[in-house]
């Protein structure tokens, strides 16, 4: 059975910082693409960031140079280091494993709130 199991969501104030992990198991971690996703009531959810394979990233263009995905395959867990975070990125975070294109995994959901 696949189980994906974020956590590390919480409450903050603009400006801090959180790291959110994802950590995965029924699956083979090294063969999965792992994403975040994040979604605002009523909004669609959106991708913020994914790691491949090999390691290569991507970021979406509201959270460069502020966000951080990474990923321990020993650890078969997936990280979001979260800095300098804003407003704006209050929403649930998902976790996802993608093995293109036959399945795609996901979690339940942390919420991050940031407001002052």
């Known amino acids: 059975q696949v189980q994906l199991v974020e956590s590390g969501g919480g409450s903050v104030q603009p400006g801090e910082s959180l790291r959110l992990s994802c950590a995965a198991s029924g699956i083979i971690f090294s063969n999965y693409i792992m994403r975040w996703y994040r979604q605002d009531p009523g909004k669609q959810r959106d991708l913020v960031a994914s790691?491949?394979?090999?390691?290569?990233?991507y970021y979406a263009d509201s959270v460069k140079g502020r966000f951080t995905i990474s990923r321990d395959n020993a650890k078969n867990t997936v990280y979001l280091q979260m800095n300098s975070l804003k407003s704006e990125d209050t929403a649930v975070y998902f976790c996802a494993a993608d093995n293109l294109p036959r399945a795609k995994y996901w979690g339940q959901g942390t919420q991050v709130t940031v407001s002052s």
């Open positions: 790691i491949t394979w090999t390691g290569s990233t």
